[in-house]
């Protein structure tokens, strides 16, 4: 792009990948965690704790998480998305 010798198609393309991966992951990832930080009442804390634990102790689900947490999906999503 920087050199004039890519398509204005691969802006619109890197345009589609970031808006929907913004849609899917970041903006869900940041609600939950401002719900998570919201939270004031000491038993639904604990329960979303015990629900993290329980996540943690299911190795399948574990993975999962940390996929979606540390963003490495939604790379992969946006890698799909032409």
């Known amino acids: ?7 204005d198609s691969l802006l619109d393309r ?16 940041s ?3 401002k719900q998570n930080f919201e939270v004031r009442d000491p038993a ?9 634990e329980a996540t943690c102790a299911d190795p399948m689900k574990a993975r999962e998480y940390l996929l979606n947490s540390s ?6 999503r946006a890698a799909t998305i032409n």
Do not use: F, P
């Open 31 to 33: 609600v939950r965690n």
């Open 14 to 29: 890197y345009h589609r990948q970031r808006h929907t991966v913004n849609v899917e992951y970041v903006q869900t990832l």
């Open 44 to 52: 639904e804390r604990a329960q979303r704790i015990l629900a993290l």
């Open 71 to 76: 963003m490495i999906n939604s790379i992969r």
């Open 1 to 7: 792009m920087a050199q004039g010798k890519a398509d």
